[in-house]
């Protein structure tokens, strides 16, 4: 059974910072072979890519909105991808969620996580 699970989200201050994790397991083929991806959605609003990195981890991209301040990476020993957001603003609040994807010979696999609630407020 595949999993990816989020964690690290919370109430933090405008200007600090939060690091996300999602832990993935379950996964037919090596982690590493997966594009890994995060999106938000803030209430009222679409899901929105916020950043992601390919199966082979080098070139990283990122919504508008968060260049310079989120950094997406990922440790495949681990399974696990992270995002780290620094200079938080109240419009980063938002549900926010893992993806993996893989694609291969017109096959697509594609998981998504629970989310997790990432809140900015003074």
């Known amino acids: 059974q595949v999993q990816l699970v989020e964690s690290g989200g919370g109430l933090v201050q405008p200007g600090r910072s939060l690091r996300l994790s999602c832990a993935a397991s379950?996964?037919?083929?090596?982690?590493?072979?997966?594009?890994m991806s995060w999106y938000r959605q803030a209430p009222g609003e679409e899901r929105e890519l916020v950043a992601r990195l390919s199966a082979g981890g080098i070139t990283p991209n990122y919504a508008d909105s968060v260049k310079g301040r989120f950094t997406i990476s990922r440790d495949n020993a681990k399974s696990t991808v992270y995002l780290q957001m620094n200079s938080l603003k109240p419009d980063d609040t938002a549900v926010y969620y893992c993806?993996?994807?893989?694609?291969?010979?017109?096959?697509?696999?594609?998981?998504w996580g629970q989310g997790t609630q990432v809140t900015v407020s003074s």
């Open positions: 379950g996964f037919t083929f090596t982690f590493s072979t997966y594009a």
């Open positions: 993806n993996a994807v893989r694609r291969s010979f017109g096959v697509v696999n594609e998981y």
